[in-house]
């Protein structure tokens, strides 16, 4: 008898964390952290040590709680695919020292860490690979560089994980493997079951004419993003569409860019972040940032949901200038310092109160696939079972689903282990 148990990520964008039992190995699938909570919420605890622990990828949403097993003195191997080794160290570590900052205590440290990314094993797509019993198999999800789909086959039955996953082309990358085996069982991630997103073209044409037009106004285009995978496609994207103009990055997002372009091969044009990066320079002190915002440019930085960071330092520099733009690439998160001032036109962070007077916009650039596509995707795999995770309407997501004819579930806190025969 097989067994999965869910352990976060019900009902809820967030801690992503499951467990399947085949009866001869424990297999955990992601562990991470509830976004901008305070303090950070883990998953629920897994309270056997398991044989290994399947990565999706790096987003601490996923493994923002992986290092608690090293804490725990359960380290054991952490399958994923590069560069998610080096991207999760970079925001793991980023947790501890913001964590420290705030006064926040963590249930891990710096040690843990370290010890985290040693037990790292780089893992490549659709090469298989044998635990004790079940085959593991890698798919390009098409969400950032590294991210996979996981698909289990344990002999006569078989389950994929999705992670986070895309079904378009975006100028970074390629849109996620479609070409699958088999699925019995599927755990799917729901974010955007209730919403569309714009034809991607018309949100780039439209962010490079506005960055454009604030340039000829004389003013700052300040751009803020994820630090892996936002900026630098939205790189990418200014680069196809000509740059004539001063361009610079800033803050987390020149480390994670270093990252991503020593695995060309997962990019979906190898060289096009090169290409870009052409254009573009570095910003390494305040002394540089004091003489950049001297003259028209663009500048990149984090972080996305203007939490801390660069963006911070520019925004009470900025904020007055009316000819200057403040374009948000991210989804906002609610009682974030980018979603207040999207509703009040308000920068409010720790202690600081600004009115901004920059011309402020958020552009859709999700890495996440939509709903027509979630639907679309479902379809084609056509599961026995679909679970429904990650997402703030699941349960609205699996009646739709079985409303079609599917045997959907949402797990929730006191629905959370099933059978899977």
Not at 170 to 184: F, S
Not at 190 to 201: D, G, I, L, V
């Amino acid at each position: 008898m097989i067994q999965v148990s869910f352990h976060g990520a019900m009902e809820e964008v967030g801690r992503s964390a499951f467990l399947v039992d085949t009866g001869i190995e424990k297999i955990v699938l992601d562990y991470g952290t509830k976004l901008r909570e305070t303090p950070p919420l883990f998953p629920m605890p897994i309270k056997t040590k398991p044989d290994c622990i399947l990565l999706s990828h790096c987003h601490l949403d996923h493994s923002g709680g992986v290092p608690i097993f090293s804490a725990n003195g359960d380290s054991v191997p952490i399958f994923a695919i590069d560069p998610t080794r080096s991207l999760t160290e970079l925001l793991l570590y980023d947790s501890v020292k913001i964590s420290h900052e705030e006064g926040i205590h963590l249930p891990f440290d710096d040690e843990d860490v370290m010890n985290t990314i040693k037990a790292f094993v780089p893992t490549k797509y659709r090469k298989p690979f044998k635990l004790k019993k079940s085959e593991v198999t890698y798919f390009d999800a098409g969400h950032i560089p590294g991210s996979a789909m996981i698909h289990l086959n344990f002999g006569k039955k078989s389950l994929l994980y999705t992670g986070d996953f895309n079904t378009v082309d975006t100028r970074l990358l390629k849109k996620a493997d479609t070409n699958l085996p088999d699925v019995n069982y599927l755990v799917t991630e729901s974010t955007y079951a209730q919403r569309e997103h714009p034809p991607r073209e018309g949100v780039e044409k439209e962010l490079v004419e506005l960055i454009e037009e604030t340039i000829s106004k004389d003013g700052i285009c300040l751009i803020t993003g994820f630090a892996i995978q936002r900026l630098q496609e939205i790189l990418v994207s200014m680069s196809k569409r000509g740059i004539d103009y001063p361009v610079y990055l800033d803050g987390m997002a020149k480390k994670a860019t270093t990252i991503i372009n020593k695995h060309k091969e997962l990019l979906r044009e190898p060289n096009a972040l090169d290409k870009a990066l052409e254009k573009v320079q570095y910003v390494n002190s305040e002394k540089q940032r004091k003489k950049i915002i001297k003259n028209p440019c663009a500048i990149l930085t984090t972080s996305g949901m203007l939490t801390g960071g660069a963006v911070v330092w520019y925004l009470k520099k900025l904020h007055d200038q009316q000819n200057s733009s403040l374009f948000l690439t991210g989804f906002q998160l609610e009682d974030t310092p980018g979603k207040n001032l999207l509703e009040t036109g308000m920068f409010i962070h720790k202690n600081i109160s600004l009115e901004v007077n920059m011309f402020v916009k958020r552009f859709d650039f999700s890495g996440h696939v939509g709903r027509t596509g979630l639907f679309d995707f479902i379809k084609k795999i056509n599961p026995e079972k679909v679970f429904c995770i990650h997402g703030d309407h699941t349960e609205e997501f699996a009646q739709e689903l079985r409303d079609k004819g599917y045997n959907a579930v949402a797990p929730v806190a006191n629905n959370r282990t099933f059978d899977l025969h």
